[in-house]
Nanobody, 119 residues
Framework: QVQLVESGGGLVQAGGSLRLSCAAS????????MGWFRQAPGKEREFVAV????????YVVNSVKGRFTISRDAAKNTVYLEMNSLKPEDTAVYYC????????????WGQGTQVTVSS
C-alpha cells in the first residue's frame, strides 16, 4: 500500500509564499515520478508540476514557471512544492500524486491541502 500525505497549505496574502510537502510511505521503491495537481472551485483538476523519482528531472507548467519549484528529498520520501509570488488565481486544493511508470495515468493520490491566496 502507498500513502501520500500533503501538508503546508494555508491562507496567505498575494505576493506571499508557501511550501507544500508530500510525504510518501509504503511501496515507494515502485515510484517512477511524483507530481502536484490543483483544483480550484468550479474548475477541473489541473496538472502543476512533476519530478522524476530517481533522476531528479522536473517540469512545471507555464502558468507557474518562475514562481513554483518542485523538488524531492529521496531520503525522506518527500516531495515539495515551493510557491512564491502567489496570486489569488493560485487558490485551490493542491493534490500530490505518484505514478509507477511513464504512462499518463497516476496511480496514487493524496487527500489534498487547501491553499488560499487573498488579494
Amino acid at each position: 500500500q502507498v500513502q501520500l500525505v500533503e501538508s503546508g497549505g494555508g491562507l496567505v496574502q498575494a505576493g506571499g509564499s508557501l511550501r507544500l510537502s508530500c510525504a510518501a510511505s509504503g511501496r515507494t521503491f515502485s515510484f517512477y515520478g511524483m507530481g502536484w495537481f490543483r483544483q480550484a472551485p468550479g474548475k477541473e483538476r489541473e496538472f502543476v508540476a512533476v519530478t522524476s523519482w530517481r533522476g531528479g528531472s522536473t517540469y512545471v507548467v507555464n502558468s507557474v514557471k518562475g514562481r513554483f519549484t518542485i523538488s524531492r528529498d529521496a531520503a525522506k520520501n518527500t516531495v515539495y512544492l515551493e510557491m512564491n509570488s502567489l496570486k489569488p488565481e493560485d487558490t485551490a486544493v493542491y493534490y500530490c500524486a505518484a505514478k509507477t511508470s511513464d504512462k499518463v495515468a497516476w496511480d496514487y493520490w493524496g487527500q489534498g491541502t487547501q491553499v488560499t491566496v487573498s488579494s
